[in-house]
């Protein structure tokens, strides 16, 4: 099209022959606007969302900052799009017998610990971690100090609990089971690595399995971590858990296959985990007893090569804070859904009820995403089943310092600091939600 018209012009111009001058001018012309438009021809998905209207006072006294305006925009834009997501009842059903959803699967950390279970509190006094960037700003230093300070924006109902205790783990069990979730993705390092959940995973398993329950693992970027390594700890943990009943698994090719998230998958070459992942791979895995459901994590727009070219099985995007990496923007889940497709790969989206860390990371407060009593994770959840996926991950079940989790928080206010909660909607407002957005995806998934 634009090459004939772009002769025809050049014809004209040479017949009515004005000059040199004039085609010189022409051509470059021609040239500045046909790079332009090959440049957005190949990458729509870069293409910047329309700001939404909001409203700002501006008056001398009242100057916002540059992270107050972005959470302030954000805000508007959810606002804006939970318009757009039809009203859901709000009248939960608490009595129906949900069936576990296996296509919905929730990250959860076992490494919780206090003085009474462990001897010594374990991540509820997170230090405060140091800023990447420099920043001319004083931020506190140290660590939080239990039982009333704590590395997180939020309270948990069970207080500072233990992730070894069995009480503790039957509570989590049962709103899990209540909130028809079907896979808990349990955050893991191997043995003797720091915050390994090896020891309380006889436990986890036992409980998940009284509860109609599975267990996948979340492989953490563990020191050294390589295919190689990481196949060796997976052999051992096979050895002992990959008959149990709760060990959730995926069909590939009529086996039924274990299922490791990869976090930070990125970080090996892709050629490294094609040794293993490839049907040719030097190390390969496939077809063979150490075969295994690989799921890869996708940050950047580049990952798609990257989990591609690796043979991973299917990728997700972890991050509940929409627009913070390419894979955690909403807005992009729509073309990750279409290139899945086209690759055979398994797209699992993250949803997330919202994201708050400022109790671990002081200095990252443009990166909160305000739950808006729910409605943040509204949109993210009618996003993900407007794309027909098959699966979608929930970030999180327990990651208290970051803000992510659903598990029951209650409202708390020292001396110093008020925590962040669920109120006016109550401790439980985001199972009861999770449940609800649960049986609407699970109408979904009776189409295939
Ligand atoms: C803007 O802020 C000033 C000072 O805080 C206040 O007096 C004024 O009423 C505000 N205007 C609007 C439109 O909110
Ligand atoms: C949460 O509480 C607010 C304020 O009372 C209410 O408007 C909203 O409907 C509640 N949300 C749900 C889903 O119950
Ligand atoms: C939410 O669920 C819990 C049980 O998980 C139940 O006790 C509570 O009443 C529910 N809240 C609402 C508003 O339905
Ligand atoms: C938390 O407390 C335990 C026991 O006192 C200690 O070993 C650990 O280093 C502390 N964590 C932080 C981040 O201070």
């Not at 438009?37 to 209207?53: A, G, H, I, V």
């Not at 939080?144 to 233990?162: A, M």
């Not at 892709?270 to 490839?278: K, P, Y």
């Not at 009861?432 to 979904?444: A, H, I």
Request: charged share 20%.
């Amino acid at each position: 099209m634009i090459l004939r018209k772009l002769y025809r012009h050049v014809t004209l111009i040479v017949r009515c022959s004005r000059g040199y001058l004039f085609i010189v001018t022409f051509l470059i012309f021609a040239l500045v606007y046909s790079t332009f438009f090959r440049q957005n021809k190949n990458e729509p998905l870069l293409k910047k969302e329309k700001s939404p209207t909001i409203s700002i006072n501006s008056t001398a006294k009242n100057v916002i900052s540059k992270s107050e305006l972005h959470v302030q925009l954000l805000r508007a834009k959810v606002e804006r799009l939970a318009l757009k997501v039809k009203s859901r009842s709000i009248i939960f059903n608490t009595k129906s017998l949900f069936k576990p959803n296996y296509n919905v699967h929730i990250f959860y950390y076992a490494w919780y610990g206090n003085i009474e279970i462990d001897g010594y509190y374990k991540h509820w006094n997170h230090s405060y971690l140091p800023n990447w960037k420099q920043d001319e700003r004083v931020y506190p230093v140290g660590s939080h100090t239990p039982i009333l300070d704590i590395g997180s924006n939020f309270y948990p109902s069970l207080g500072c609990y233990s992730s070894r205790d069995p009480t503790v783990i039957q509570v989590h069990m049962k709103q899990l089971r209540e909130a028809g979730i079907g896979v808990i993705v349990v955050s893991w390092s191997p043995p003797n690595y720091a915050d390994s959940p090896s020891s309380m995973l006889p436990l986890l398993f036992r409980y998940a399995k009284l509860y109609e329950l599975r267990i996948a693992l979340h492989i953490e970027p563990y020191f050294n971590r390589n295919p190689i390594n990481l196949l060796q700890h997976l052999r051992t943990f096979l050895i002992q858990y990959g008959k149990h009943a709760a060990l959730y698994k995926l069909k590939r090719d009529d086996r039924d296959l274990p299922v490791f998230y990869v976090y930070d998958s990125y970080l090996t070459p892709a050629n490294s985990w094609r040794e293993i992942l490839s049907r040719d791979g030097v190390l390969s895995v496939r077809g063979g007893e150490m075969d295994v459901i690989f799921i890869g994590l996708l940050v950047d727009i580049q990952h798609r090569y990257h989990i591609k070219k690796s043979h991973f099985d299917g990728f997700y995007t972890y991050f509940a804070a929409n627009s913070f990496s390419y894979g955690s923007t909403w807005k992009n889940w729509k073309s990750l859904a279409k290139f899945a497709n086209q690759n055979r790969l398994i797209f699992i989206p993250s949803v997330g009820p919202g994201y708050e860390d400022t109790q671990v990371r002081p200095w990252n407060a443009k990166n909160i995403r305000h739950r808006r009593e729910g409605q943040y994770y509204d949109v993210a959840w009618r996003t993900a089943i407007n794309c027909n996926v098959r699966y979608i991950s929930i970030t999180s079940f327990n990651e208290w310092h970051e803000g992510t989790q659903i598990e029951p928080a209650i409202p708390k206010r020292t001396a110093s600091f008020t925590y962040v909660d669920y109120e006016p909607n109550g401790s439980h407002f985001y199972l009861n939600l999770t449940k609800w957005w649960n049986e609407q995806f699970s109408k979904t998934l009776l189409k295939y």
